[in-house]
T-cell receptor
Framework: GQQVMQIPQYQHVQEGEDFTTYCNSS?????IQWYKQRPGGHPVFLIQ?????EVKKQKRLTFQFGEAKKNSSLHITATQTTDVGTYFC?????????FGTGTSLTVIP | ETGVTQTPRHLVMGMTNKKSLKCEQH?????MYWYKQSAKKPLELMFV???????ENNSVPSRFSPECPNSSHLFLHLHTLQPEDSALYLC?????????????FGSGTQLSVL
């Protein structure tokens, strides 16, 4: 069945280091969204990517949608302690959203 | 605040109890969702209501029963749950359209079944 896989599952970085999480779908997606969930909190929408090869930036966060619209990445430059949380991708097949397994980011001060 | 309010925040229930989770959205959206979040598993879509009609039911056991009386309110009625049903239950809303719009989540109900 449809699956959206994310790697890595966990990532520990020193504050100031970069961080990347990757999302891969078994089928072509019409669009992909990214969410952040702080510890003890609920998922909060970050961004949506629609076009093949699209790249969007939000301050230190860079989001990319693959050419084949099957994969996506989120890159954080110079992490800060406020970046701590779990980052989820969610792929839209046109019929349903499939959330990825998430990448839990720990930032060590 | 996201505009989606869930109550209660925490719930402990026995396997023979009946309880209900409540969700209310103040965003004017026309679609509402129930998701289950268990440790180390992806968010699992349980039910979707669009324009107050159920459009998705992902093989959820009948011990979970949703109700959507209007576009702003969503309930999840629980009865004879199992310990493996312990999880964070998240309500979300969006503006339904041709393309999946972004989801606004509530704070969730942390459910423990004893």
């Amino acid at each position: 069945g449809q699956q959206v896989m994310q790697i890595p599952q966990y990532q520990h970085v020193q504050e100031g280091e970069d961080f990347t999480t990757y999302c891969n779908s078994s089928t072509t997606l019409s669009n992909i969204q990214w969410y952040k969930q702080r510890p003890g909190g609920h998922p909060v929408f970050l961004i949506q990517l629609v076009k093949s090869g699209e790249v969007k930036k939000q301050k230190r966060l860079t989001f990319q949608f693959g050419e084949a619209k099957k994969n996506s990445s989120l890159h954080i430059t110079a992490t800060q302690t406020t970046d701590v949380g779990t980052y989820f991708c969610a792929g839209d097949t046109g019929n349903q959203f499939y959330f990825g397994t998430g990448t839990s980011l720990t930032v060590i001060p | 605040e996201t505009g989606v309010t869930q109550t209660p925040r925490h719930l402990v229930m026995g396997m023979t109890n009946k309880k209900s989770l409540k969700c209310e959205q103040h965003l004017g959206h026309n679609a509402m969702y129930w998701y289950k979040q268990s440790a180390k598993k992806p968010l699992e879509l349980m039910f979707v209501y669009s324009l107050e009609e159920r459009v998705e039911n992902n093989s959820v056991p009948s011990r979970f029963s949703p109700e959507c009386p209007n576009s702003s309110h969503l309930f999840l009625h629980l009865h004879t749950l199992q310990p493996e049903d312990s999880a964070l239950y998240l309500c979300a809303s969006s503006q339904a359209g041709v393309r999946m719009e972004k989801l606004f989540f509530g704070s969730g109900t942390q459910l423990s079944v004893l």
